[in-house]
């Protein structure tokens, strides 16, 4: 069986070491790859990809654990295994589009799938424009954060222009978006190659908003409504991405889209739901390499 690539920045991380695992279980063969240490070369007749100094071979294909990071230098190798036909199980505009929050929602538009009203600023901006679509409390947030860093709820102009003053000065690109209204609760739907593999509610702590489990929150499993199984199987779609954490919220007008991630985490989702995304992972890696 064709080699199975995992991209990663350390073997001793949970999702690579279960993801290897998983793949030994079923007579795959996964070989690590330290991403950073990726070298790339192009000339007029091929691609090429060099680890430790050897030609990247007899790729089945590939399964990308992108941190935030590294997404300039993965959206480049992703392409340049494209390039060379291997498979991936995340493509290079996947990660580009769900990566960058204001292009995956750019990407939702028309599409029925319901998301906070969003507004994108490299300068300061006149809180009162804002006024005039959202009411305040609203979210701040950096236009790449992951894991609940880098998002802010503000609840008054007053205090929205320090915050975005600041990041102006730090020259960050600013996302702000409606707050949503809930019971400080989120979904957050795995799914691998088109399919739900497990869903699970994450309940934020009580002295914190987030509901991210590197927040601080907890998750308990969760069934799914029909409507929120569409939202997360279409957004994936959208923005084509193959394995991917949904994140949706239940609010008093509906469940609304939060964020598509594109290298989640689920060592909270199988201590929720007692599902190994890992197998699944693995299995959509290998029907891949078949191809």
């Not at 069986?1 to 279980?25: C, G, N, Q, W, Y």
């Not at 992108?66 to 995340?90: H, K, M, W």
């Not at 319901?114 to 809180?127: C, I, V």
């Not at 199988?270 to 699944?280: E, F, H, R």
Request: overall charge neutral; glycine content about 6%.
């Amino acid at each position: 069986m064709p080699d199975v690539l995992i991209l990663s920045t350390s073997r001793k991380f949970f999702s690579t070491r279960e993801i290897t695992k998983a793949l030994k279980k079923k007579n795959a063969s996964p070989i690590y790859i330290n991403t950073p240490k990726i070298r790339l070369s192009v000339d007029q007749k091929e691609a090429t990809l060099l680890y430790k100094d050897e030609k990247i071979e007899n790729a089945g294909s590939v399964i990308p654990r992108i941190g935030r990071s590294l997404t300039d230098f993965a959206y480049i190798v992703l392409r340049q295994f494209e390039a060379l036909n291997v498979p991936c199980t995340l493509s290079s505009k996947g990660l580009i589009h769900a990566r960058n929050k204001f292009m995956a929602v750019q990407e939702l538009v028309n599409s029925d799938i319901p998301f906070p009203t969003s507004w994108l600023t490299k300068s300061r901006m006149d809180t009162g424009i804002i006024k005039q679509k959202m009411d305040f409390p609203i979210i701040i947030k950096l236009l790449t954060g992951t894991q609940g860093i880098g998002v802010m709820k503000v609840e008054s102009e007053k205090n929205a222009i320090p915050i975005i003053d600041t990041l102006t000065e730090l020259d960050q690109l600013i996302l702000i978006q409606n707050y949503l209204q809930n019971n400080g609760e989120d979904i957050r739907v795995f799914v691998v190659d088109g399919r739900i593999i497990a869903s699970m509610k994450r309940i934020s702590p009580e002295d914190d908003w987030r509901a991210n489990i590197h927040a601080g929150g907890t998750g308990i499993e969760y069934n799914l409504t029909d409507e929120e199984e569409e939202i997360a199987i279409k957004a994936t779609e959208i923005l084509d991405t193959g394995i991917a954490g949904v994140d949706l919220i239940q609010t008093p007008e509906g469940t609304k889209l939060i964020e598509v991630n594109v290298s989640p985490g689920f060592r909270g989702l199988l201590k929720a739901t007692g599902i190994n995304a890992a197998d699944s992972i693995a299995e959509y890696a290998i029907k891949l390499a078949k191809k």
